[in-house]
């Protein structure tokens, strides 16, 4: 009799523990597929900024003329970012790139004729927007990985996440872009 | 009190909002239960008593089969009670995003027009912040100001703006009420309304199909119809009550949630001036009515009703609005504001209750690409050049946004505020600034210098002489006491009444007192009576009195040996 009671016992507890088991890889793996989603919508985004950049030069380079060495280095950031073989190096184009069109989105308003220019205005909506698409992906990106890294190194979800294979993921961090001062001009 | 900005992710805050909306449910399905328990033996016994025959024996035999079957009754009842509910928050969740849209009528935004474009992109944005895709950017053809969310029970959500509001947003304001929005989506308001909602209606319907037998047809049930109407009666009044409750807590709910909303808004675009300025600009701008069904209210930004508990304050207000009051939403996003500040800048924006100093002048602010000045940044503020985002040149020649300079920034908060209660300068047109005059909340024109003051705040002003007057102020009162005491001074009569800014009600000028003989207008309105001071009458007033008083009291000393 107290066999059988302690077989129950541990046949009952070796199920709890596998349903858990189940339950915490399905979660683990619903959140690697959400991390890995917000990561190829960053991608999209800096790819669609990437579009936008020859659009841009070819746009304001008649009007910009104090701004030719930020529109150079602009263009030379994102060949810098299409070449890139690694991920680190990759980034640091994207990042210097967001600083460079922040400097350029502030100092847009001080050319009377790039805002009289239709094709200039509908430019600088899309790439504010853009850049904020950026901004607004990473934050979303780092939100969804806090939520995946958290069961990732939780007890006892850790040891279910060490047996499967599942690892903490990197932040997405860039060097804040130092502000763009803009040049007062009467 | 203020809750701290919420720093959690937009998991956290999603899961945080489902545990609220879980209890809540709970909550109504057991309300639920009792209601649906409470209405049938209502009806059961006032069937009984209002049988004429024989009445007593079948309240009795109905008393005793309750008594003998109580908890299978109400179990079956209960049951029948939560079945319901389930039912209708089935049909609630299946209504689908498309059928839910056309309701109010909204249709897609155009990516061709250059407003709805940018309206597009900022949506595409909440998208990026929210992880919530797509979202649909839709627009009310109404010149009204208003957004609202929308999600069905798949999941598919819109977020829509009326054309009047994505013409009068900037960019940075519209962000800010759009991140308002997708917060809603984020923490699933608008099915948990619209299940509330849902909820409602079997007591809604129930009440009205009583109040109809009710009107109707009494003579038709023979010589029942005193039994069936009384039942009919109390069954009504039992469910309109119950209409009542679950109104109350769908609307407690309502509010609670748009908080939230505020705040994750705030958190998702990092600019809680820009949602102060948006809330501002659409309550007080030409906000318009929408014709939408009554359960759909929670889900704009601003009730579409236009409804005057909404802007008042205290506990009948509260409990009976969907939204809460503007000015607290805004104090508590101000607040937000002001806590981002550096010390430094607090203590600038509390220093500005004093006396007015003398503005400085040198400030050039860019319009339309060119600079303009100099101005002072009261004047700026009354010609609508001044934004947080624009540029401004100030006195030591620096370029900045208006939001990073120091001495403006208070002011930015101030128009904000003032925009709430919202008024123009009778005489200029220009928005008033909400200013102190020693130390009492008046309103005061950048251009005329003339002073808008509420009820009883001339009589604090001319008892206070906090302030010293220039000697131009002082010569210019001795002249008007000089002409005044010769009579020479007459009401012009034809005179184009101003409209009050507060109650646009009409003000009618009149001598102040007889002593000083100084025209000011005064609100026709009795709720309001404030009063209108044009440039330097205050000051001519203050002067005036303390003059006489002075001269009495130099007389009577002089009486005295």
Known sequence: MGFIITLAVLVGGAVVVVLYVIAVYNKLVGYRVEVDNSWSQIDVQLKRRSDLIPNLVETVKGYMQHERGTLEAVVAARARATGATNLPERMKAEGEISGLLGRLLAVWENYPDLKANQNAMQLQEELTSTENRISYSRGHYNDVTANYNTLVQRFPSNIVAGMTGFSVRPYFQIAEAEKAVPQVKF | ?561
């Open chain 2, 1 to 561: 009190m203020l809750a701290p900005l919420p720093k959690e992710t937009v998991y956290e805050a999603r899961e945080r909002s489902r545990r609220a909306s879980r209890r809540l449910l709970l909550l109504l399905v057991v309300l639920y239960v009792v209601f649906f328990n409470m209405l049938a033996f209502v009806a059961a016994l006032a069937l009984a008593v209002g049988a004429p025959d024989h009445g007593t024996q079948v309240l009795g035999a109905v008393s005793r089969y309750i008594a003998r079957h109580f908890w299978s009754l109400n179990g079956l009842l209960s049951l029948c009670g939560a079945f319901v509910a389930f039912l209708h928050y089935q049909m609630a969740r299946s209504r689908e995003l498309d059928s839910l849209l056309s309701i109010v009528k909204a249709a897609p935004a155009d990516p061709k027009d250059e407003y709805h474009a940018r309206f597009i992109n900022i949506v595409h944005e909440a998208e990026a912040a929210t992880g919530i895709r797509p979202i649909r950017a839709v627009v009310l053809a109404s010149t009204g100001s208003n957004t609202f969310s929308m999600a069905d029970g798949e999941g598919r959500a819109a977020i829509g703006a009326t054309e009047g509001l994505l013409s009068r947003l900037d960019r940075q304001e519209l962000s800010a009420v759009v991140a308002h929005e997708a917060a809603h989506l984020v923490h699933e308001d608008s099915s948990l309304a619209t299940t509330v909602a849902s909820l409602t209606a079997p007591f809604e319907a129930t009440a009205a199909s009583m109040k109809a037998a009710l009107e109707h047809r009494p003579r038709a049930y023979g010589r029942h119809r005193g039994g069936v109407g009384l039942a009919a009666f109390l069954v009504w009044l039992v469910a309109s009550l119950q209409v009542l409750v679950m109104r109350l807590l769908a609307m407690a709910l309502s509010r609670g949630r748009e908080y939230m909303a505020d705040a994750a808004a705030v958190r998702m675009c990092k600019d809680p001036l820009a949602l102060a300025e948006a809330l501002g600009k659409i309550s007080r701008r030409h906000r318009g009515a929408l014709d939408i069904p009554q359960s759909f209210n929670s889900l704009f930004i601003l009730n579409p009703d236009i409804f005057r508990l909404d802007e008042h304050s205290g506990v009948v207000a509260e409990v009976f609005s969907t939204h809460p009051p503007i000015a607290e939403r805004i104090r508590r996003l101000l607040a937000w504001a002001r806590a981002e500040l550096p010390a430094g800048e607090k203590s600038e924006a509390r220093a500005r209750e004093g006396p007015p100093a003398p503005e400085p002048r040198d400030y050039y602010v860019k319009k339309d690409g060119e600079w303009a000045g100099p101005y002072t940044p009261s004047q700026m503020l009354a010609l609508g050049l001044l934004s947080p985002r624009a540029w401004i040149v100030n006195p030591d020649k620096e370029m900045k946004r208006a939001a990073d300079e120091p001495t403006l920034l208070p002011l930015l908060h101030e128009r904000v505020a003032g925009r709430v209660a919202g008024r123009a300068c009778p005489r200029c047109k220009v928005s008033l600034v909400a200013a102190k005059y020693e130390g009492a909340p008046v309103l005061r024109c950048a251009f005329c210098h003339g002073y808008l003051l509420p009820a009883g705040v001339l009589e604090r002003v001319l008892t206070r002489d906090d302030r010293a007057f220039s000697r131009e102020e002082i010569e210019t009162a001795r002249l008007w006491r000089a002409r005044a005491q010769e009579r020479d001074v007459l009401l012009k009569e034809g005179d184009a009444s101003l409209v009050c800014p507060l109650c646009q009600s009409i003000m009618i000028a009149s001598f102040h007192t007889q002593l000083t003989r100084v025209v000011v207008d005064r609100c026709r309105n009795p709720e309001c009576r404030a009063l209108w001071c044009d440039g330097g009458e205050l000051e001519t007033m203050q002067i005036i009195l303390a003059e006489t008083a002075r001269e009495a009291e130099g007389g009577r000393q002089r009486e005295r040996p």
